[in-house]
C-alpha cells in the first residue's frame, strides 16, 4: 500500500504558524493526499485535501510539491485547541469503485502557551 | 452536521466470548468502514460495506465479522475475542468517490 511519513512529533507555541511536513514517494498519479487529525478520545477529523494544487480552507493551508512526492500543511496562528495527531494519508483506489484511506502514525503537534 | 454513533463507547471482553460493536450514521451515506487504532499502528481498515446486507473484506478482517442490516447500521463481531483485538474500534461513513469520511468517537475494547 502507498505510504506516507512524517515526523513523530513537532512543537509550537500559541500565535505561531507551524508547517507540518509528510512525504509521500510512492504517490500514483491519481491518489489524493488527504489530512485529518485527532484528539484524545474522538475518531480523526477531516482537514482538508488536494491531488495537485495547493488548496486553503479554515482550517490549513495544503502546499504540494510540484513532483507531488511531499506535501506540508500550515497551520497559522496556533492555538492550544490546535493541539492533536496530525495524520497524512493517501487516498487510494481499491477494488471496484471504493476509495480508502491509508493511514500512517501521524505526527503530534504540542503547542505551549 | 454528519453523525456517526458508536456503542458502546467502551467494554471489556472476556477471552473467548462474544463481542458486538454497534454503529449508527445519520448522513445517508452508501459506505460504512470498520477501523481498529492500535499505538504504533496507524488506523487499519478491517471491513467495509457500500450497499445493505452486503460486507466487503478490509486489509485484517481474520477474527471479525461484519454486519450491515441497513443504510444506516453497520456492525463488528468478534466472534471469539482474543487479547491481541484489544484496541481502539472506529467506525465511518462516506459517499462514493468520497470527499471526507466521517468518523465516530470510537470505542475502547479491552479483552481481558
Known amino acids: 500500500d502507498a505510504k506516507t511519513t512524517q515526523p513523530d512529533s513537532m512543537e509550537s507555541t500559541e500565535g505561531e504558524t507551524v508547517h507540518l511536513p509528510c512525504s509521500h514517494a510512492t504517490i500514483s498519479g491519481n491518489e489524493y493526499i488527504y489530512w485529518y487529525r485527532q484528539v484524545p478520545l474522538q475518531g480523526p477529523e477531516y482537514v482538508t485535501h488536494g491531488l495537485q494544487q495547493n488548496t486553503t480552507n479554515s482550517m490549513a493551508f495544503l502546499a504540494i510539491a510540484s513532483d507531488r512526492k511531499s506535501s506540508t500543511l500550515i497551520l497559522t496562528h496556533v492555538s492550544l485547541r490546535d493541539a492533536a495527531v496530525y495524520h497524512c494519508i493517501l487516498r487510494v483506489a481499491w477494488t471496484g469503485n471504493t476509495r480508502k484511506l491509508i493511514f500512517g502514525l501521524g505526527t503530534t503537534l504540542q503547542v505551549q502557551p | ?112
Request: aromatic share 12%; hydrophobic share 30%; with cysteine.
Open chain 2, 1 to 112: 452536521e454528519a453523525a456517526v454513533t458508536q456503542s458502546p463507547r467502551s467494554k471489556v471482553a472476556v477471552t473467548g466470548g462474544k463481542v458486538t460493536l454497534s454503529c449508527h450514521q445519520t448522513n445517508n451515506h452508501d459506505y460504512m468502514y470498520w477501523y481498529r487504532q492500535d499505538t504504533g499502528h496507524g488506523l487499519r481498515l478491517i471491513h467495509y460495506s457500500y450497499v445493505a446486507d452486503s460486507t466487503e473484506k478490509g486489509d485484517i478482517p481474520d477474527g471479525y465479522k461484519a454486519s450491515r442490516p441497513s443504510q444506516e447500521n453497520f456492525s463488528l463481531i468478534l466472534e471469539l475475542a482474543s487479547l491481541s483485538q484489544t484496541a481502539v474500534y472506529f467506525c465511518a461513513s462516506s459517499q462514493q468517490g468520497f470527499t471526507e469520511v466521517f468518523f465516530g468517537k470510537g470505542t475502547r475494547l479491552t479483552v481481558v
